[in-house]
């Protein structure tokens, strides 16, 4: 990535960037570029929710919505859904806000229960260990963390997850128990899977009867070009491989809706719904059927979905197109930095010099621009490299994203030009 600067031009950069930081840090600047958050504007967009149900308190069969029941979600809810997940809404769960949560409760379930193809519990088992396509979600690997499953990081592709890696690892370990995938606009660096991908993914050789994708598809209607891309669906793969029971599928409405009153969705095999809802009826009388019904006005069908996402898009399109046109004109030709132009999701992954990224966010947070931790996107949060930057572009307002992306790349020029006068 390194472009070569003689002596003379080094001095003169690096004296540019010291002053540069100098007067960064003097502006005094609390600006935050850290978490996927929706900006309040995105929330704005769903408002109407809090008027709703309007009054009405029975779904289309007549199920009284405040009452107790329905485990499985309502029906007309699921179906809005089905599209958008690519699962059929027989197969389908809605429950709670969170899909983090259900992602958290198959693990403890899989731990706890014997999930459908095992012959154990996985908690009775020596081991277990969890293949993370890297960069990856801090979350996920925060799950394993928390439940003493290993990590083996894979290295990710344009197209996802380096399937050489994966085939190998889970053909020769009967340990490898799951892999943590988010197949459309991947958190953080915009992947998306493609259709070779989905089908080695589907039909691979498993030593674990038991394996399981953990398909994490937060970001399924997250446009950001007129281009929608479309995935392979990875259950109808899994079922046409003849390993039905492979795929766990994840979704949510949080970053459709509201992220902290929106729906969250499971969809699995028959097999592993009817184990995850078995397990579930210990842990509840049933979800809150009101929000779901909510959420069924509101959005109407996979046509009012796409709708609303197309003013989401007005939104963050300007935001991301704002991050690229900064990196481009502070950072473009240094030789210092590379970026992911997403089209879709919420972050775009900056990479600069090896051994650079922590000094990068420690001299950002310092000048008032807080960064997610360099290395949150590998497990147990060591990037080998130091190299991964993750930026979160949603949450600020347009000029303060500009007045934050202008300082990082004040960073990146101090930092990677220090690095090349040592
Ligand atoms: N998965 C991914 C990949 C995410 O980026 C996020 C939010 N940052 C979530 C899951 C969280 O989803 P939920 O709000 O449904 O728990």
Avoid at 15 to 25: S, V
Avoid at 375 to 394: K, L, M, W
Wanted: aromatic share 6%; proline share 7%; charged share 20%.
């Amino acid at each position: 990535m390194t472009t070569e600067l003689s002596p003379d031009a080094l001095t003169e950069v690096l004296a540019r960037a010291r002053q540069d930081y100098q007067d960064l840090t003097a502006r005094g600047l609390s600006l935050n570029l850290t978490r996927g958050k929706p900006a309040p504007e995105q929330l704005d967009l769903s408002e109407e929710l809090l008027n709703l149900p309007l009054g009405v308190h029975t779904s289309a069969d007549g199920t009284d919505v405040r009452n107790y029941g329905g485990l499985q979600g309502l029906p007309e809810l699921r179906e809005i859904f089905a599209e958008v997940l690519q699962v059929p809404a027989g197969q389908l769960l809605a429950a709670g806000n969170s899909s983090l949560e259900l992602m958290h409760d198959c693990l403890v379930h899989a731990l706890l229960g014997v999930l459908p193809g095992a012959t154990s519990r996985w908690v009775e088992q020596e081991r277990i260990a969890f293949l993370c396509p890297v960069p990856g979600y801090d979350r996920h690997f925060a799950l394993c963390e928390r439940f003493g499953i290993d990590m083996i990081p894979v290295p990710m592709t344009a197209e996802g997850p380096d399937m050489d890696v994966v085939e190998q690892l889970v053909a020769e370990d009967p340990t490898v128990k799951g892999i943590w995938c988010v197949p459309k606009y991947s958190n953080p660096d915009g992947a998306c899977y493609s259709d070779a991908t989905v089908a080695r993914l589907a039909s691979m050789n498993t030593a674990a009867p038991d394996f399981r994708i953990f398909w994490d598809n937060a970001y399924a209607t997250h446009h950001l070009t007129e281009e929608p891309v479309e995935i392979a669906d990875l259950l109808a793969a899994c079922d046409e491989a003849g390993n039905p029971d492979r795929a766990f599928v994840f979704g949510s409405s949080s970053k459709i809706t509201m992220a902290g009153a929106g729906v969250a969705f499971f969809g699995s095999s028959t097999a592993n719904l009817k184990w995850l809802l078995g397990h579930n009826a210990k842990r509840s009388i049933g979800p809150d059927k009101v929000n779901q019904l909510r959420h069924v006005q509101f959005l109407r069908d996979a046509d009012g979905v796409r709708g609303h996402m197309e003013r989401q898009r007005a939104l963050l399109q300007p935001k991301f197109e704002a991050v690229a046109r900064i990196l481009e004109a502070e950072l473009g030709g240094t030789g210092l930095a590379t970026w992911t132009a997403p089209r879709g999701g919420y972050f775009v992954t900056l990479q600069v010099p090896d051994g650079c990224a922590k000094e990068v966010v420690r001299r950002a947070t310092e000048a008032g621009i807080a960064l997610t931790p360099a290395g949150a996107t590998h497990p147990y949060g060591n990037d080998p490299r130091d190299a991964v930057i993750r930026i979160a572009p949603s949450y600020p307002s347009l000029p303060e994203l500009e007045q934050a992306l202008e300082g990082l790349a004040v960073c990146v020029r101090l930092v990677g030009y220090e690095q090349q006068a040592r």
